[in-house]
């Protein structure tokens, strides 16, 4: 294999292929990148692959003059390092049996890798999407769904984000247990339902591909995996970085909770705010609380909303702000960073909170595509 | 069927001594405690064969009037109380007026004294229950008892004492436990010719510990005291790195009675909580003092049980007493280089931090388990515009203790580095550049910027002024969720977070009983579990302190647990050991990767918590290298 690639291009690539690269494994394949050239409608391109087993990425390089095909089996970190240390435009990737040679003006590494047959084989998007959607809207929707998934493996059903359609309607929802968030948009086309949860961490490499509001993404869900393939719509005379790529992924086995059992049906008291307003109130209304012990106290009074907070150690604050509240007045306490999380993504100016009783949980609406539930904290055990 | 008869006096003093005198060492006793109560100020104690064949026991006492030898040995003769009414005035080691003559009724016995206002003594002898005449004779001041022969009429008692070595063990712990008690008496005992023991008198009442526990502990036993209304306690509380497997160097005594009593000895421990492994005992001697009203030693021949008619008031002062010592010191063990340093030395040191946690702690806990656990669902009434203050917290105010102050008026990290008087083994503070803490880690002013490093994803090595600490991240951040844990419950205001999807986890049907015992408890924790199905309960809320935290695996061990362990344990432990797991499964693992945020977080936090020195198991959380250590082991001095 015999090629010639743009340097930064490649420094792209190889970053995103990192992303999939497991940091400590038993397998030294599975800590390597596979090159490989392919032919495709527009000529023969570079091809990098990457997988930890679980997770797959399949990108193709556009920038690239490939002089003589075949593939190689790199260590990725070593060969990200050199290509970004280069002070070249563009490199020479030259390979044998034996040995692979990376070529720059004043400089000539060789690396010795690995047979690109004990690559595992890695599947690749076939025949049509269950899914079109634009680049802006998927990422629209994870932003206001996935931060509030579960970080930690604990609860391995909900670390993800649940993908569902039903009908036109394509719902992203996750939740960690103590909040849940909710994001929908209709499709330009019906379609068969279904319902997925997918991990975590391919979401965020899902999100690092998103680069582009333009960009077009097809997603298909079989045998038990995801296939989401990014690639760029437009023929503009830009040529991409990323031709193409296709991220797939297992599912996240196991139950998702019924979210609308979660969301509640029965609340009594509907505040109005100004998003942004309640926003900056509950971020500086918990500057004093600390690190381990979050809570501050929202008072719902008919026109006004006072938020305080106190850390016996440091001090107490206190915000108020205007609201038009229907309902009894309460007096409620929320881990502000979970409001916080919420209203960073709110599309809307005005946001409405449905509440019931200080230990039931509180809705968050923001337009009719975002919804928020979000559990109460306790502040007088 | 046989006659009903009187026994004869012989027979009644063979079965009252049976009581009191059960081996050679129950002899020493009783005699060594009516030296004392003479006011000797030297007690001489010899036997030999390990008192099968004789104990003498001389001292030079205030002696016996001639005319009441005699009577002395006899069965309830005592000079010591009069009436009724004493029996609860006992100031005194001996009060029955039985153990001489019991011990005369299974030995031969001779007792020569003289007073120092007479000019010669008088002998007695006596043998069984037969007491011969006195006899004048020359003799010094005080009194001698020799008793020979021991239970030479009674075949049943020989045959059940043990080795020579085993009986010679006993009665040196019977001559200990008066001594250690009377620093101001001196003491000696000698087996077969040998001297064993030889306890000169001393005002320092440390050195005699000492000379029991180890010379070379003197300086590792931190004296302390503390008085309530009711009750005092002095004690000698051993630095944590000298427990032992055994519970062989712990003492307890009221108003210088060596008394045997498990819920003190629990106090102890309990104040130990934390600073040494589970498996361990600390060293401590304990001296209580109360008015005798308030307790009865007469449930027992040996005096060696008593009953409190308030058993918590004793458990709740010693419990304090150590504690509160504990809290104030610097117990962070040096790291040891050397390979034949095998004992660790720990360094007392001027008090560190200089609060009364322990007081605080301690009525916090006793209001926690006053106050009705929290029922169903709560309102926030009042916690903010009404905080709770510590000082201000009703009830449990029995013991005269300053309130602590509240974290914000403590000294500042920087004061407290200056009082310390640059001692060595002073901790320096946060090694946090300001830049490196995150947003909302607490922000005490801290000297610095000290440099800090993970190593293999467990240690955290800090650089300090004089040295560096090396810090088990695991170990020290289980210790500090354990402490903010108890400040919170201390603050009244444990935050919870309640859970939009319920934890489930599944119970056992004979855990049923044990999920209500410690429902209450749990609430009172910010942990609200409730019946889900037949055989499971549902986790509703967890603290915000515990976020990390898998309720389902807290709950299972927490079950299991309290299966083995039945209604063996108190509330307060049971707090203790839920804290114990809730802060061992929330902290961060050893072979977690941290930031330097998270590190400077943690390291800042350590500063805001007492007792950081060792995780709530008791192993060290910190250890530190001074410089001088590595000079040292470069050889540089
Ligand atoms: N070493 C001694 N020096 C002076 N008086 C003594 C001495 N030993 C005993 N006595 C006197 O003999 C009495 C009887 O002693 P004995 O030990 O039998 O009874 P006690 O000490 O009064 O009570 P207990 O049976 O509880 O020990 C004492 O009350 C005391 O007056
Ligand atoms: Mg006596």
Redesign the interface.
């Known amino acids: 294999m015999k090629v010639t690639v743009h340097r930064g291009a490649l420094v792209e690539v190889l970053a995103l292929a990192s992303g999939v690269v497991p940091a400590r494994s038993p397998k030294p394949v599975l800590g390597c990148v596979k090159l490989s050239t392919v032919e495709t409608p527009n000529g023969k391109v570079l091809r990098v692959l990457s997988t930890d087993n679980e997770i797959a990425l399949e990108t193709t390089l556009g920038q690239c003059d490939v002089k003589r095909e075949g593939s190689v089996l790199l260590p990725a970190s070593k060969l990200l390092e050199i290509i970004n240390n280069s002070p070249d435009d563009t490199v020479v990737i030259d390979s044998d049996a034996q040995k692979t040679t990376i070529k720059g003006s004043d400089s000539k590494f060789v690396l010795l890798g690995y047979n690109p047959e004990e690559f595992p084989p890695i599947s690749g998007f076939e025949g049509n999407a269950d899914i079109d959607i634009s680049a802006g809207m998927l990422k629209a929707l994870l932003d206001r769904s996935r931060f509030a998934a579960a970080k ?1 493996m ?2 391995y059903a ?1 670390n993800g984000v649940m993908f569902e359609r039903k009908g036109r309607r394509l719902t992203l929802v996750a ?1 960690d ?4 968030a909710l994001a929908k948009e209709d499709l330009p086309v019906e379609g068969p339902d279904f319902s997925h949860v997918v991990p975590i961490k391919a979401i965020t490499l899902i999100e690092r591909l998103l680069t582009d509001p333009e960009q077009k993404v097809e997603l298909q869900f079989r045998e038990n995996r995801l296939f989401a393939r990014v690639s760029h719509g437009g023929e503009g005379d830009k040529k991409p970085t990323v031709a193409t790529a296709v991220l797939s992924t297992v599912l996240v086995e196991g139950v998702f ?1 019924n979210y609308n059992d ?1 969301i509640p049906k029965d609340s009594d008291r509907k505040a109005t705010l100004k998003c942004e307003r309640f926003a900056s109130a509950v971020r500086r209304a918990s ?1 004093l ?7 501050v ?1 929202l008072s719902f009074q008919a026109k006004e909303l006072v938020l ?1 907070s ?1 850390a ?5 604050a206190t915000v108020e702000m205007p609201i038009e509240l229907h309902g009894e007045p309460l ?3 929320f ?1 502000p960073q979970y409001l916080q999380d919420a209203l960073k993504v709110c599309p809307t100016e005005d946001v409405t909170l449905d509440l019931k ?3 039931k ?1 509180g809705i968050l609406r923001s337009g009719h595509n975002f919804l928020y ?9 | 069927m046989a006659d009903i008869r009187l026994l004869s006096d012989a027979l009644i003093n063979k079965i009252a001594a049976g009581e009191v005198v059960d081996r050679p060492a129950s002899v020493v006793k009783e005699l060594v405690e009516n030296s004392v109560d003479a006011g000797a100020t030297s007690i001489s104690v010899t036997v030999e064969n390990a008192g099968r064949t004789l104990i003498r026991v001389a001292d030079n006492g205030g002696g016996i009037a001639p005319d009441e030898a005699q009577l002395s040995l006899a069965r309830h003769a005592t000079s010591k109380i009069r009436s009724m009414d004493d029996l609860f005035e006992i100031h005194t080691m001996g009060f029955r007026g039985e153990a001489l003559a019991s011990i005369a009724g299974v030995s031969h016995l001779t007792l020569v004294t003289r007073q120092a206002k007479d000019a010669q003594g008088v002998r007695v002898e006596a043998h069984e229950s037969t007491v011969g005449p006195a006899e004048p004779c020359a003799a010094p001041v005080g009194t001698s008892i020799e008793v020979r022969d021991l239970f030479y009429c009674v075949p049943a008692r020989r045959k059940f004492l043990r080795s020579d070595t085993a009986e010679f063990g006993h009665i040196q712990e019977a001559l200990v436990r008066v001594a250690l008690a009377q620093s101001h008496v001196g003491f000696s005992l000698t087996h077969n010719g040998r001297k064993i023991l030889d306890l000169a008198a001393t005002s320092d009442h440390r050195l005699r510990v000492a000379e029991v526990v180890g010379r070379d502990h003197y300086d590792n036993l931190l004296p302390l005291a503390f008085k309530s209304p009711e009750v005092q306690v002095a004690a000698f509380a051993g630095m944590p790195a000298l427990a032992r497997a055994t519970a062989r160097y712990q003492y307890v005594f009221l108003n210088g009675r060596f008394i045997r009593d498990r819920s003190i000895l629990h106090a102890v421990k309990e104040a130990y909580r934390g600073l040494i492994e589970p498996s361990h005992q600390p060293m401590a001697v304990v001296f209580i003092t109360m008015p005798p009203v308030l307790f009865d030693v007469n449930v027992h021949p040996q005096k060696i049980e008593v009953r409190f008619r308030d058993p918590n008031a004793a458990y709740r002062a010693v419990l304090a007493a150590i504690r509160e010592c504990l809290l104030s010191r610097d117990l962070t063990p040096r790291a040891q280089l050397r390979p034949d340093a095998a004992v660790p030395q720990p360094v007392p040191t001027a008090p560190w931090r200089p609060r009364d946690t322990a007081a605080e702690t301690r009525r916090v806990l006793a209001d926690f388990f006053k106050a009705a656990p ?1 029922g169903g ?8 515009e009404a ?1 709770v203050s510590p000082a201000t917290m009703p009830g449990g105010q029995s013991f005269a203790v300053s309130p602590a102050a ?3 008026e403590l000294p500042s990290v920087l004061e407290l580095g200056q009082a310390a008087d640059g001692d060595a083994s002073v901790p320096a503070e946060a090694p946090v550049a300001a830049k490196q803490m ?1 947003a ?3 922000s005490l002013p801290v000297p610095g910027p000290y440099r800090f490093q993970q190593f293999h994803q467990s240690y955290i090595v800090v650089e300090e002024d004089d040295g560096l600490v090396i810090i088990d991240q695991h170990a020290l951040h289980e210790r500090i ?1 354990y402490e ?1 844990l108890l400040e ?1 419950i201390r ?11 319920p ?1 489930v986890v599944p119970v056992l049907p004979e855990q049923a009983d044990v999920v209500e015992r410690v429902r209450p408890l749990l ?4 942990i609200e579990i409730n019946h889900f199905d037949a055989g499971s309960i549902a986790v509703q ?1 967890l ?3 515990l976020r ?1 935290l ?1 309720p389902a695996e807290l709950l299972k061990q927490l079950l299991d647990h309290l299966l083995e362990e039945g209604d063996k344990l108190q509330d307060e432990h049971l707090l203790h050991e839920v804290l114990d797991m809730a802060s061992c499964k929330a902290a961060i693992k050893a072979g977690d990767p941290l930031t330097d945020a998270e590190i400077a ?1 943690l390291l800042a ?1 350590r500063q ?1 918590v007492d007792r950081s020195s060792n995780c709530p198991h008791g192993r060290p959380t910190t250890v530190r290298l001074t410089l001088r250590d590595l000079e040292r082991q470069f050889k540089r001095r």
């Open positions: 930690e604990s609860r909900i939740t247990g103590h909040r849940l909770p979660v500057l609380t600390n690190e381990e012990s979050k809570g106290k305080s106190r016996a150690e440091v001090g107490e007096d409620i306490g881990n009783t200080a230990n949980p539930v979000i559990m109460p904290v306790s502040l007088n055990l | 929290a669902q709560t309102t926030m009434s009042g916690q903010f905080p509240p974290l914000a995150s909302n880690a607490p969720i903010e919170r603050r009244g205001t444990l935050e919870a977070q309640r859970l939009l999807l934890v609430a009172r924790l910010g809320s603290p915000t302190l990390r898998n977080a936090r805001l």
